[in-house]
């Protein structure tokens, strides 16, 4: 999406599986450079970006204020960052943090298990709790209710692959840190961005800044 609508992009991680997985997505792009290094060693000068994103990904590094700032020395002044972090349920009613509290249970135990467990089970979920909650929701919106206050209701237009895939991130990380929207504009803030505004629809919290 962000390729054809760039001079040249610079994506970077410190999964060497997970960008193999970006080569051949992007195979037909040739104005990409693909960095195999952690958000703490960036290998680029400071001060030449022209933009910079980060989604759902800070939230699983030690020092989640410390990367973002280490992203805000790479942008030039002007530039935009647009982040999503997983929030703290700082929105939702008590039973629904409880109910995630139950869950990180589950979450605990199953990313301290070897990788073919890990996977499979986070498929299974993908497939019993994710899939038949997704299609709850879109069949309570069909009726003509809201189905905002369901747990999972953000995915009920997405598609069974993007299940999968957040299902292994949600449960097979080990770690895993949540922000409260205050906590988010803090970390902002201390990095040199202004201007932040969060979206206020699903999946929460996506914010944007603008480099000071």
């Not at 996977?119 to 003509?144: K, N």
């Not at 189905?147 to 895993?176: G, H, I, Q």
Request: glycine content about 4%.
């Amino acid at each position: 999406m962000v390729a054809p609508r760039v001079g040249h992009l610079h994506l970077l991680d410190a999964s060497a599986d997970a960008l193999n997985v970006a080569r051949s997505n992007l195979a037909a792009a040739k104005n990409v450079t693909f960095h195999h290094a952690s958000v703490g060693d960036l290998p680029l000068p400071d001060a030449s970006l022209d933009f910079a994103f980060s989604l759902g990904v800070l939230h699983h590094v030690p020092d989640t204020q410390a990367a973002i700032s280490k992203i805000s020395t790479k942008l030039k002044s002007g530039a935009p960052f647009l982040i999503y972090l997983y929030y703290a349920l700082d929105n939702r009613p008590a039973w629904y943090r409880a109910l995630w509290k139950f869950s990180n249970i589950f979450r605990v135990v199953i990313s301290s298990m070897p990788e073919k467990p890990r996977l499979w089970i986070s498929q299974l979920i993908a497939v019993f709790v994710y899939w038949p909650l997704a299609r709850f929701a879109a069949l309570v919106e069909r009726l003509g209710f809201s189905a905002a206050a369901l747990p999972l209701e953000s995915y009920k237009d997405r598609a069974f692959y993007v299940m999968r895939t957040d299902a292994y991130d949600r449960f097979c990380t080990r770690l895993e840190q949540r922000f409260t929207r205050e906590q988010i504009q803090n970390m902002l803030t201390a990095a040199g961005f202004k201007d932040i505004r969060f979206s206020d629809r699903v999946p929460y919290w996506c914010a944007v800044g603008t480099k000071c």
